[in-house]
């Protein structure tokens, strides 16, 4: 694993343990050699999460729509940024260039960029690892719908499994380093 993907918010929170998660994140990373991939903020739990791999000597690539880039919320100090036209290219783009996702506090755009890789996994799309940070249980509630799709019959139980879910960074980095996909998803008629 050389880089791994952060979906987080554009905002910092309410909670001052979201920032605090950001903060360690990009610290992890840093202290993991391994790169930072997100969407080139500089503001919000994005920003945090940049500034601290970048005060901790790692390196940072930004993804982020022109639209985004000429507003003038790009983070001067990442190692690159790729601007790109369209959002689907900055998710591609964010896809190919990471060896794993992380979901940090964040809304809809997290959720939504969180969701695509996670079924990407399960279709076989990629084989890399997906892990919600449940920071001061953010994600409880989102992790006990998923668990209720598997109870009603829509996902599968291999799938919720091979969500790696931690209230930590550092565990979640060691899980990632021994991640083992599950086979892909099958739409077989059952016998």
């Not at 929170?13 to 993991?32: C, D, I, Q, W």
């Not at 920003?47 to 791999?53: L, P, S």
């Not at 291999?158 to 550092?170: G, H, K, N, P």
Request: glycine share 10%.
């Amino acid at each position: 694993m050389k880089a791994v993907c952060v979906f987080c918010g554009s905002n910092v929170g309410r909670n001052p343990a979201y920032h605090e998660a950001a903060v360690a994140v990009g610290t992890a990373l840093a202290k993991a050699g391994l790169k930072l991939v997100y969407g080139g903020g500089k503001i919000g739990l994005m920003g945090a999460v940049a500034d601290a791999i970048i005060a901790a000597g790692g390196l940072a690539a930004g993804v982020m729509p022109r639209a985004l880039f000429q507003r003038e919320i790009a983070h001067a100090g990442l190692s690159e940024l790729h601007v790109v036209e369209t959002m689907h290219q900055r998710k591609t783009k964010m896809a190919e260039l990471a060896d794993g996702f992380i979901a940090l506090p964040g809304g809809a755009g997290t959720l939504e960029e969180f969701f695509e890789q996670w079924t990407w996994a399960q279709l076989g799309i990629h084989r890399k690892p997906c892990g919600l940070l449940n920071v001061q249980d953010y994600f409880s509630p989102l992790i006990a719908m998923m668990q209720k799709t598997v109870t009603e019959g829509f996902t599968g139980e291999r799938y919720f499994e091979m969500l790696v879910i931690e209230t930590s960074i550092e565990p979640m980095l060691q899980r990632f380093a021994t991640y083992s996909p599950p086979p892909q998803k099958s739409h077989a008629p059952k016998p």
